[in-house]
């Protein structure tokens, strides 16, 4: 009996061993980088939940603005997060960092966010000493007021060309006296404002897409005269001229500040924005302002020899806030017209003389109210002008500066 093996076996033996090594070892590889895979998995949750953390934190805090501050939540050394709240024209943009490691090997992750606080509960705010507000047309005021001592009035039928008030109430919910109003937030926040008009631009136009996360430097962008034409402006940007800056409708904005003497929105134009003229701002017909949009004039720090406007004309809808503030007496009062058939659904806070033809679901505060008839020009009257505080939406928030509650809110995820 013959028991020597062929020598082939001998090579068989070798393929067989080679496959088992290369399939043990492929095992032991998959083994190894699952488990590498788990572990950044389980990092990154444990990020975003201290990131998440963070952003409680933040929201949790009553100061206005925080800069830069990192800590070690739970003092171990591991997990760590910096927060961070700071102003972006008039909104708040807060903005959260965790990491863990350090050098190449530090895993991080970032969120950032736009804050707003609840709008007051009012419909209609009133300075005092100014005279009795009067109510013509369809007008409806609905949803608590603060009026002067003089109170509200019906319209008389001759000012409004035999339009007298079609109401059952002259306002519709509570009234009250008018209260003072703290200004020295605001006034913390246009001084902050006012610098900006002097920033040089950071970049040249190179491209037609310009987009900045918040967490990057700001990119300013300038000159004497601006258009938007076809441009994509989103993010950390801002528009700074000398002269003026017209939004064209074939152009797309997000989240960007303009500053200039004059600006002019063009008919068509849809996107957020927010606007800051000091000469006069223009808001054509067809426009679409999503939230959170802001359109203001910016008081000036000397006396002027004429009235700086913003006029919000026909057909426009609006999600966001109007502001015209003033820290000093004028005698040339900033204007601010709404005109039929647009909608605001926001807040509309005028230092000066509002006409207000439209609709605003949401809460007004202005000096007092002016009305332009082909008869005259009349103070304090309201004919077929809509305020109805019940109908804003109840998600809707404000920016901080004008929130009458301490808690914080996110406003937009950036």
């Not at 993010?235 to 500053?259: F, K, Q, T, W």
């Not at 996107?271 to 959170?292: H, I, N």
């Not at 004919?383 to 406003?411: C, F, M, N, W």
Request: hydrophobic share 40%.
């Amino acid at each position: 009996m013959n028991n020597q093996l062929p020598a082939r076996a001998l090579f068989y033996a070798v393929i067989v061993s080679v496959f088992v090594a290369m399939l043990s070892a492929a095992i032991l590889l998959s083994s190894y980088h699952q488990h590498l895979l788990l572990g950044y998995y389980q990092n990154q949750e444990r990020l975003m939940d201290n990131c998440q953390s963070g952003v409680e934190l933040l929201l949790g805090t009553s100061a206005a603005l925080i800069p830069a501050t990192t800590l070690d939540l739970f003092q171990k050394h591991r997990d760590s997060v910096r927060l961070e709240q700071k102003a972006w024209g008039l909104l708040d943009v807060g903005m959260v960092k965790s990491w863990s490691g350090a050098g190449m090997y530090e895993d991080s992750v970032v969120t950032t966010f736009l804050l707003g606080k609840t709008t007051p509960n009012y419909a209609l705010s009133l300075s005092e000493g100014t005279a009795p507000l009067y109510v013509c047309g369809n007008t409806r005021i609905v949803g608590k007021a603060f009026l002067p001592t003089e109170g509200v009035e019906r319209g008389y039928f001759h000012v409004v060309q035999g339009k007298p008030y079609t109401g059952e109430k002259l306002i519709y919910g509570k009234k009250e006296i008018v209260r003072p109003t703290d200004m020295a937030v605001l006034k913390e926040r246009f001084e902050d404002l006012e610098a900006l008009k002097y920033k040089n631009a950071t970049i040249n136009l190179e491209a037609d897409s310009v987009v900045q996360a918040f967490n990057q430097p700001t990119l300013i962008l300038g000159g004497d005269n601006f258009n938007t034409q076809n441009l994509t402006l989103k993010g950390n940007v801002m528009v700074i001229a000398n002269n003026r800056i017209d939004v064209s409708p074939h152009s797309i904005l997000e989240d960007v500040i303009l500053l200039a003497p004059e600006i002019r929105i063009q008919s068509g134009f849809q996107g957020s924005l927010q606007a800051f003229a000091w000469d006069s701002l223009l808001v054509e017909t067809g426009v679409f302002l999503d939230v959170p949009s802001v359109l203001s004039l910016l008081p000036y720090s000397n006396k002027t020899t004429f009235s700086p406007e913003l006029i919000v004309e026909e057909g426009v809808e609006m999600f966001g806030t109007i502001l015209v503030p003033s820290f000093q007496y004028n005698s040339y009062k900033s204007k601010v017209t709404i005109a039929p058939m647009t909608t605001i659904t926001g807040q509309v806070w005028v230092n000066g003389v509002l006409q207000h033809k439209g609709t605003v679901y949401g809460s007004v505060f202005c000096d007092e109210f002016l009305l332009k008839t082909p008869a005259g020009v009349y103070e304090n009257y309201l004919l077929d002008a809509v305020i109805d505080r019940t109908l804003l939406p109840t998600y809707y928030l404000t920016p901080s500066v004008l929130g009458e509650q301490e808690s914080k809110h996110i406003l937009k995820y950036l």
